[in-house]
């Protein structure tokens, strides 16, 4: 049964197409004719600026992370809020892909129209529309700028220099993230954890998913394969950049997983670049 339309979700990426020449399609695609996905790519003035890749969606129970992709894609083409906002949003280089999973957005489940887990697709991408439309979104990227390897320290343009996928949480009593990162990268996701705070509870388990959680991080160093093949390993493997999942407590209200996502979000650029 469906419990929300993507037509509001489409509706919305067209209105912001509309207000802003900095918001471009990025890569467009059809899961089937019901469901277009949609890529956005939001270019500042500075062309030079970092570029971050912002997801949300893949499962489709986690409703705030597509609300939450919205509103950054909203803020970003609206000039007025620019002056508003204690930090400057409009200042990097953005991809965001706001609803990965239109099929199970519309229905409230996290699987696919084929009853699979896309987030555990991303050995072979090519076997979902849903996560081909994904890879070929970060390829493309690659593919303009041949000669990024995992080891350049200079910024080279089209490098995807943060990553951040946006999820929810129906198990969890507060906030938590996966810190996807190598070794040599410096850690970020306490500096997250304390500015949630103040916003949202964290969740204090001292495991997760059998993962160690320190205080609403949980940390997944250099190649971890326990996750499955998870859009963050592919973005770690195959994209090489960091990555951090972000999850919020599904019971909690909408307002607060929203405010809890985009100050993380906030915050993880503030740190990571
Ligand atoms: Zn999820």
Redesign the pocket.
């Given at each position: 049964m469906k419990v929300r339309n993507y037509a509001d979700v489409t509706d919305r990426i067209l209105e912001a197409l509309r207000k802003s020449e900095h918001l471009t399609v990025w890569h467009q695609a059809y899961t089937t004719s019901t469901y277009p996905l949609y890529c956005l790519r939001y270019t500042a003035e500075q062309k030079s600026s970092p570029l971050i890749y912002v997801s949300a969606g893949?499962?489709g129970d986690?409703p705030a992370s597509v609300e939450c992709a919205l509103r950054l894609v909203e803020l970003l083409v609206d000039n007025d809020l620019h002056n508003l906002s204690p930090f400057p949003l409009n200042e990097y280089n953005w991809l965001i892909s706001p609803c990965d999973n239109p099929y199970g957005y519309e229905r409230d489940i996290r699987e696919n129209a084929a009853g699979l887990d896309l987030?555990r697709m991303f050995e072979t991408p090519t076997q979902c529309p849903e996560t081909a439309f994904i890879a070929e979104s970060l390829q493309r990227k690659q593919c303009m700028h041949p000669q990024n390897t995992r080891n350049n320290t200079i910024r080279k343009k089209g490098k995807i220099e943060l990553a951040l996928d946006l999820?929810?949480d129906s198990d969890s009593n507060g906030f938590y993230l996966w810190e996807r990162r190598t070794s040599q990268c410096l850690p970020i996701g306490n500096a997250i954890v304390k500015n949630v705070v103040a916003l949202c509870a964290i969740n204090q388990e001292p495991s997760i998913e059998d993962h160690r959680n320190e205080n609403g991080v949980v940390t997944l160093l250099d190649q971890v394969t326990t996750k499955g093949w998870t859009r963050g390993r592919y973005l770690a493997e195959q994209v090489n950049t960091r990555c951090l999942i972000l999850e919020t407590p599904t019971h909690l209200d909408w307002e607060t997983r929203i405010a809890a996502h985009l100050i993380a979000i906030q915050t993880a650029v503030k740190h990571a670049l």
């Amino acid at each position: 049964m469906k419990v929300r339309n993507y037509a509001d979700v489409t509706d919305r990426i067209l209105e912001a197409l509309r207000k802003s020449e900095h918001l471009t399609v990025w890569h467009q695609a059809y899961t089937t004719s019901t469901y277009p996905l949609y890529c956005l790519r939001y270019t500042a003035e500075q062309k030079s600026s970092p570029l971050i890749y912002v997801s949300a969606g893949i499962h489709g129970d986690e409703p705030a992370s597509v609300e939450c992709a919205l509103r950054l894609v909203e803020l970003l083409v609206d000039n007025d809020l620019h002056n508003l906002s204690p930090f400057p949003l409009n200042e990097y280089n953005w991809l965001i892909s706001p609803c990965d999973n239109p099929y199970g957005y519309e229905r409230d489940i996290r699987e696919n129209a084929a009853g699979l887990d896309l987030n555990r697709m991303f050995e072979t991408p090519t076997q979902c529309p849903e996560t081909a439309f994904i890879a070929e979104s970060l390829q493309r990227k690659q593919c303009m700028h041949p000669q990024n390897t995992r080891n350049n320290t200079i910024r080279k343009k089209g490098k995807i220099e943060l990553a951040l996928d946006l999820h929810e949480d129906s198990d969890s009593n507060g906030f938590y993230l996966w810190e996807r990162r190598t070794s040599q990268c410096l850690p970020i996701g306490n500096a997250i954890v304390k500015n949630v705070v103040a916003l949202c509870a964290i969740n204090q388990e001292p495991s997760i998913e059998d993962h160690r959680n320190e205080n609403g991080v949980v940390t997944l160093l250099d190649q971890v394969t326990t996750k499955g093949w998870t859009r963050g390993r592919y973005l770690a493997e195959q994209v090489n950049t960091r990555c951090l999942i972000l999850e919020t407590p599904t019971h909690l209200d909408w307002e607060t997983r929203i405010a809890a996502h985009l100050i993380a979000i906030q915050t993880a650029v503030k740190h990571a670049l």
